[in-house]
């Protein structure tokens, strides 16, 4: 029961304290500058990993895909479209991801998962107060 409730408690800190603010990031570039782009370099995009590369201003940017970003399966030269801020132009989010990206979809299933688990440590709980009132 106490696995359970641990469980549970890493779940929902880890969807609240890092993939509901990994989304809220993606989201903050909706009203970005838009152009093509092409994956520079491809890894784990779910952790930050992947880059893309642009031109603005007459130069190229490699910039960083955030913490919560899809296109991990893509190989390096795919062609994307990006979003990134004018002032800040070595970070970027691809258009897929504006939603909140994989971040959003893995917040919701830790979400779902922490309740799921704090409901079986209470019917846990239940039972064994349940057994121990029987037994006497």
């Given at each position: 029961?106490?696995?359970?409730?641990?469980?549970?408690?890493?779940?929902?800190?880890?969807?609240?304290?890092?993939?509901?603010?990994?989304?809220?990031?993606?989201?903050?570039?909706?009203?970005?500058?838009?152009?093509?782009?092409?994956?520079?370099?491809?890894?784990?995009?779910?952790?930050?990993?992947?880059?893309?590369?642009?031109?603005?201003?007459?130069?190229?940017?490699?910039?960083?895909?955030?913490?919560?970003?899809?296109?991990?399966?893509?190989?390096?030269?795919?062609?994307?479209?990006?979003?990134?801020?004018?002032?800040?132009?070595?970070?970027?989010?691809?258009?897929?991801?504006?939603?909140?990206?994989?971040?959003?979809?893995?917040?919701?299933?830790?979400?779902?998962?922490?309740?799921i688990l704090l409901l079986m440590s209470v019917v846990g709980l239940v039972q064994t107060l349940r057994q121990r009132g029987s037994a006497t």
């Amino acid at each position: 029961m106490l696995l359970l409730l641990s469980l549970a408690l890493l779940s929902g800190a880890l969807s609240l304290l890092i993939m509901l603010p990994a989304a809220r990031h993606l989201r903050s570039f909706q009203d970005g500058e838009q152009t093509p782009a092409t994956l520079h370099t491809s890894g784990s995009c779910m952790l930050g990993r992947c880059q893309v590369e642009f031109r603005t201003d007459g130069r190229t940017v490699v910039a960083d895909l955030p913490t919560g970003s899809g296109g991990g399966k893509h190989s390096v030269g795919t062609e994307t479209v990006v979003r990134y801020h004018a002032d800040h132009p070595q970070e970027a989010v691809r258009e897929e991801d504006l939603g909140g990206g994989g971040a959003a979809v893995l917040a919701v299933i830790l979400g779902a998962t922490t309740l799921i688990l704090l409901l079986m440590s209470v019917v846990g709980l239940v039972q064994t107060l349940r057994q121990r009132g029987s037994a006497t």
